[in-house]
C-alpha cells in the first residue's frame, strides 16, 4: 500500500491517517508514504517533514517515507502558478506506485500528481476529512477527473456530513464509505495525575476553569470568534484560564498577537490568562488539564480529532454546528450558536455539569476506538484489493 500525503504538518488528518498506517503496517499489509512536499510553511510556521511528528512516527515503526520535492510548496496542479510537476517527479511517482498494490490519497489534493499521464494504473482510495468541497479549489476537480477515469475505487469519508457534501458535489454514492475517526484509548484518557502536574507547570490553579482550544491557526478555525468567546469568559472568572495550542498558536506569530490584542481591548491583562502552547506532543495531558474542549470552527469541519480527544480525557465538548460537531456532542456536551457571549455562557454551563456529563463520556469510549477505524479501513482496502484481482487494470502503453 502507498500513502500520498501533500505534505507534512501539524494536523488531525494527518494524524488519522498516520494512525491508520501504523495500524496496518506490518501484518498481511505493508505501507509506504510518499509525501509531495518535503516541507510546508502554513499556519505562520515553517514545518520540514523531518519534524513532523508523525513523520516520526512512521519511520519509527519501519514504514518507508520519502518526499518529491525539498522547498517550500506550490500549487499541486500544473499549470497553475506555474508550479507544474518535473519529469523527475512523475518519474520517481510511477515507481512508487508501480510497486503498490492499492494507492491511498491523503484527501483529494494528491489527485493532480495521480492524474498525471503515464502513471501506473492502480486502484485509489481516497481519504476524506472535511466537508467543504466547494472550497478546496482544483482539489475537488482533480477528484472528479480520477472517479471519471476510473482510477478512485473507494472514497473514505471521516463523517456523514462529509458523505453528504461529496455526493452532491458530483461523487458516485456507491464509492463513498463513512468509516468515523478513532484514537487510541489507552493513550486518551482521564489522567488526574497528569492534570496536576501539567496545571502546577503552568501555574494555573489546581481548581481553576480551563478552557482547551486545540487548532491549527487557520481561518476554518475562526480564532477571532474563541478569543471573543475568551474575553467574556476571563472577564467572568479571575481564575479560569485559556489554553490555546496548534501549529501557529504561539507568540511568535504576529497575526495571532494581533487577534489577541484585538479581543481583550482596553483589558490587555486578560491576555496574562491566554496560554499559548503551539505545537505539543503530550495533548493527552493537555486535555486531561483542561475541563471543556472548545470547537468554534465556521467552516471545514467533519468530525474534528479535537473533541474526539478532548472528551475522551474528560474534557466536555462545547462547539459550533459545523460538520458532525452537533452529533459528537450530542448527550456528552453542549452545542452553541457563533456568539461570543452564548460560546462563553456554554463553556461556564459546561464546567458546572461536568459531572453530569462524565457517564455518557465514559459510555461512548468504544464509539471512538482506534482499533475499530483501523480494522474498517483495512476491510475496505482488502476489498478493494480483491476487486482489482478479479479484474486487472490494464497497465498504459
Known amino acids: 500500500m502507498l500513502s500520498i500525503y501533500e505534505g507534512f504538518f501539524s494536523g488531525g488528518a494527518r494524524i488519522l491517517h498516520s494512525d491508520v498506517v501504523l495500524g496496518l503496517h506490518g501484518g498481511v499489509q505493508r505501507h509506504a508514504v510518499l509525501s509531495v512536499e518535503g516541507e510546508m510553511h502554513r499556519e505562520a510556521t515553517r514545518q520540514p517533514m523531518e519534524q513532523d511528528a508523525c513523520y516520526r512516527a512512521l519511520t519509527a515503526a519501519g514504514v518507508p517515507v520519502s518526499a518529491l520535492r525539498r522547498g517550500t510548496n506550490g500549487p499541486l496542479v500544473p499549470g497553475a502558478g506555474g508550479s507544474a510537476f518535473t519529469a ?18 491523503l484527501k483529494e489534493q494528491p489527485l493532480a500528481l495521480l492524474n498525471q499521464a503515464g502513471l501506473p494504473l492502480r486502484p485509489v482510495v481516497v481519504c476524506l476529512h472535511r466537508s467543504d468541497p466547494e472550497n478546496q479549489g482544483p482539489a475537488l476537480d482533480a477528484l472528479l477527473a480520477a472517479v471519471a477515469a476510473g482510477r478512485v475505487r473507494a472514497v473514505v469519508c471521516c463523517a456523514e456530513s462529509t458523505r453528504r457534501a461529496y455526493a452532491a458535489a ?10 468515523p475517526n478513532g484514537v487510541d484509548l489507552l493513550r486518551f484518557r482521564p489522567d488526574p495525575a497528569a492534570r496536576a502536574r501539567l496545571r502546577a507547570a503552568l501555574g494555573v490553579p489546581a481548581q481553576a476553569p480551563v478552557v482547551v482550544f486545540a ?9 477571532p470568534l474563541f478569543l471573543a468567546a475568551a474575553r467574556e ?8 484560564r485559556v489554553v490555546m495550542c496548534g501549529a501557529g498558536m504561539t507568540g511568535d506569530n504576529p497575526g495571532l498577537r494581533a487577534e489577541i490584542t484585538a479581543a481583550v481591548r482596553g483589558e490587555p491583562w486578560l491576555a496574562e490568562r491566554i496560554l499559548l502552547l503551539g505545537v505539543r506532543s503530550d495533548m493527552e495531558a493537555v486535555y486531561a488539564a483542561g475541563d471543556v474542549v472548545a470547537l468554534t470552527s465556521s467552516s471545514g469541519e467533519a468530525a474534528p480529532l479535537c473533541l474526539i480527544e478532548g472528551m475522551m480525557c474528560g474534557a466536555v465538548p462545547v462547539a459550533t454546528d459545523v460538520g458532525d460537531s452537533a452529533l459528537l456532542v450530542a448527550g456528552r456536551g453542549l452545542l452553541t450558536q457563533p456568539d461570543p457571549a452564548a460560546i462563553a455562557s456554554a463553556w461556564s454551563e459546561a464546567v458546572a455539569r461536568a459531572p453530569l456529563f462524565a457517564p455518557a463520556l465514559e459510555a461512548g469510549r468504544e464509539e471512538f476506538s482506534r482499533t475499530r477505524m483501523v480494522a474498517a479501513y483495512g476491510a475496505l482496502i482488502e476489498q478493494v484489493h480483491r476487486g482489482v484481482a478479479w479484474a486487472p487494470l490494464p497497465e498504459p502503453l
Open 88 to 105: 523527475d517527479e512523475v518519474a520517481a511517482t510511477a515507481r512508487a506506485t508501480a510497486a503498490a498494490d492499492v494507492i491511498l490519497s
Open 233 to 240: 469568559f476571563l472577564r467572568r472568572d479571575p481564575d479560569a
Open 170 to 179: 458530483g461523487v458516485p454514492e456507491e464509492l463513498l464509505h463513512v468509516i
Open 215 to 223: 487548532a491549527r491557526w487557520a481561518a476554518m478555525k475562526n480564532v
